[in-house]
């Protein structure tokens, strides 16, 4: 009744990335909570966040941190998709969805992050 | 080839997904897997509104401290605290799961639910003495 539908991928790269992207992510959201709950002065201003961007190594960790949630993420709403027999056009349009919204929010962050310039502070 | 269908094999209606899903008999590992999901589709909804609301960044230190100062209400803290509920449940269970997949957790999996919601709760706690004892 429930047979093996005509598809090469058994998801076995999708279930190991997400174990891995996801302890990845455990470790970032520490690192993410104590930066920016311990003292939020600390964290949150602008001028915390601009002493923060002077250094490309922390850029780098927050794209790394935006790259892995918004991967993370979109794959567990395709994981939840995949949970039903879709149409192969509902698939694709859903798979397009995904990737369109995810890479103009990924391109967005980006855009954030390097916005913010090296040396002197915007006004 | 048509295949036999015994009638007397219910079979998914995926019509009445919603009603199968809930006439199922719900153990822990059920209700684990039901939050995980509603967990996990909260956060990537807020990883949007995250990304949305740090935007002004672009303009500079004016246009950023006016949006933050949306957020440093009391009412938005309540809400950025039960986040953390959110990340934490997603992240515990998560952890629980990676243990089931890898560490012959099948064989203990009820008694890693347990510690999930002792250790959430506890962090959940610690986390709301951290933040409001930055406001009152």
Same mark, same amino acid.
């Given at each position: 009744?429930?047979?093996?539908?005509?598809?090469?991928?058994?998801?076995?790269?999708?279930?190991?990335?997400?174990?891995?992207?996801?302890?990845?992510?455990?470790?970032?959201?520490?690192? +993410?909570?104590?930066?920016? +709950?311990?003292?939020?002065?600390?964290?949150?201003?602008?001028?915390?966040?601009?002493?923060?961007?002077?250094?490309?190594?922390?850029?780098?960790?927050?794209?790394?941190?935006?790259?892995?949630?918004?991967? +993370?993420?979109?794959?567990?709403?395709?994981?939840?998709?995949?949970?039903?027999?879709?149409?192969?056009?509902?698939?694709?349009?859903?798979?397009?969805?995904?990737?369109?919204?995810?890479?103009?929010?990924?391109?967005?962050?980006?855009?954030?992050?390097?916005?913010?310039?090296?040396?002197?502070?915007?006004? | 080839?048509?295949?036999?269908?015994?009638?007397?094999?219910?079979?998914?209606?995926?019509?009445?997904?919603?009603?199968?899903?809930?006439?199922?008999?719900?153990?822990?590992?059920?209700?684990?897997?039901?939050?995980?999901?509603?967990?996990?589709?909260? /956060?990537?909804? &807020?990883?949007?509104?995250?990304?949305?609301?740090?935007?002004?960044?672009?303009?500079?230190?004016?246009?950023?401290?006016?949006?933050?100062?949306? &957020?440093?209400?009391?009412?938005?803290?309540?809400?950025?605290?039960?986040?953390?509920?959110?990340?934490?449940?997603?992240?515990?269970?998560?952890?629980? %799961?990676? %243990?089931?997949?890898?560490?012959?957790?099948?064989? &203990?999996?009820?008694?890693?639910? /347990?510690?999930?919601?002792?250790?959430? %709760?506890?962090?959940?706690?610690?986390?709301?003495?951290?933040?409001?004892?930055?406001?009152?």
């Amino acid at each position: 009744m429930f047979k093996y539908k005509s598809s090469k991928d058994t998801g076995a790269k999708s279930w190991i990335y997400q174990r891995i992207s996801g302890i990845a992510l455990v470790v970032f959201a520490i690192g +993410h909570y104590i930066l920016m +709950h311990f003292q939020p002065e600390a964290g949150k201003t602008y001028e915390a966040v601009f002493a923060r961007m002077q250094f490309s190594w922390y850029r780098i960790i927050d794209l790394t941190f935006v790259t892995l949630a918004l991967y +993370h993420g979109l794959n567990g709403i395709w994981g939840i998709f995949r949970d039903y027999d879709l149409k192969s056009g509902t698939k694709i349009t859903i798979i397009s969805a995904l990737l369109i919204f995810g890479l103009a929010f990924l391109f967005w962050a980006y855009y954030i992050v390097f916005s913010i310039p090296y040396g002197k502070p915007m006004p | 080839m048509a295949e036999k269908i015994n009638p007397k094999i219910k079979t998914f209606d995926q019509k009445e997904w919603v009603k199968t899903n809930l006439s199922y008999k719900k153990d822990s590992g059920s209700w684990a897997w039901i939050l995980h999901r509603i967990s996990g589709v909260a /956060l990537i909804a &807020y990883l949007f509104l995250h990304i949305w609301s740090i935007s002004p960044l672009v303009q500079g230190k004016a246009a950023f401290e006016q949006k933050m100062a949306t &957020y440093s209400s009391t009412l938005f803290s309540f809400v950025e605290w039960f986040l953390f509920a959110f990340v934490l449940f997603h992240a515990l269970n998560g952890v629980r %799961i990676i %243990i089931v997949d890898w560490a012959d957790g099948a064989k &203990y999996h009820k008694q890693l639910y /347990l510690y999930t919601w002792v250790i959430g %709760i506890l962090l959940f706690l610690a986390m709301g003495l951290i933040m409001f004892s930055h406001i009152f």
